[in-house]
């Protein structure tokens, strides 16, 4: 697995100077809040560390496409719950996730949407609930930018201001954030599947 995982950010890094990278990291984004499993993450920090100067303008990128997406996982939810939702959530096997998710938007509403925006775990779950419930799009949209904009800028900014500290703790120490890494991505599937 570390390895697998040190060719992905290898490969990641060589290719987040390229012109393409944008477009990559805008598509992720878009669809980790709709549909796709990979979260923007996995693009944004090798973007980050290979052009620092540029982290505001990609975690800008990364906020409008991802919140773009969150309103796609809204409409999914809201009007093709049957054909698609459903089928989706099932693949992911997000269908028990999803049962209490809807339970608690009527308590918590954009509070929980700006939770699951921030944390790394899996946010189509909650935009497509939010549809299916019919939640306020205004405050969906206002969580997104909020949870997702704030999630993405606070690594935009520490990866400027250490971002040659960064890349040399990830060089040097490469193996263990390797396993740090892959247990908070396990951990957030963990707590959207047993404890929401």
């Not at 309103?71 to 999803?98: M, N, R, W």
Request: no cysteine; glycine share 8%; hydrophobic share 55%.
């Amino acid at each position: 697995m570390k390895q697998v995982l040190r060719k992905v950010y290898d490969w990641t890094l060589e290719r987040a100077g390229r012109p393409t990278a944008e477009r990559w990291l805008a598509f992720i984004s878009f669809a980790d809040s709709s549909f796709f499993p990979v979260p923007p993450d996995v693009m944004l920090i090798p973007m980050y560390l290979a052009e620092p100067k540029k982290s505001m303008r990609y975690a800008t990128v990364a906020t409008v496409t991802s919140v773009l997406g969150a309103l796609l996982g809204y409409l999914i939810g809201a009007v093709l719950y049957k054909t698609i939702g459903a089928p989706l959530l099932q693949f992911y096997g997000y269908e028990a996730t999803f049962a209490r998710f809807t339970e608690m938007v009527h308590q918590y509403g954009g509070w929980l949407m700006l939770a699951f925006a921030f944390l790394p775990i899996p946010y189509k779950v909650a935009t497509i609930a939010a549809g299916s419930v019919g939640m306020s799009i205004p405050v969906m949209v206002l969580a997104s930018i909020a949870g997702r904009g704030g999630r993405f800028f606070l690594v935009a900014f520490l990866m400027r201001a250490y971002g040659d500290l960064a890349r040399q703790l990830i060089d040097d120490h490469f193996n263990k954030l390797a396993l740090i890494f892959t247990g908070l991505l396990v951990g957030g599937f963990v707590v959207v599947h047993y404890a929401v």
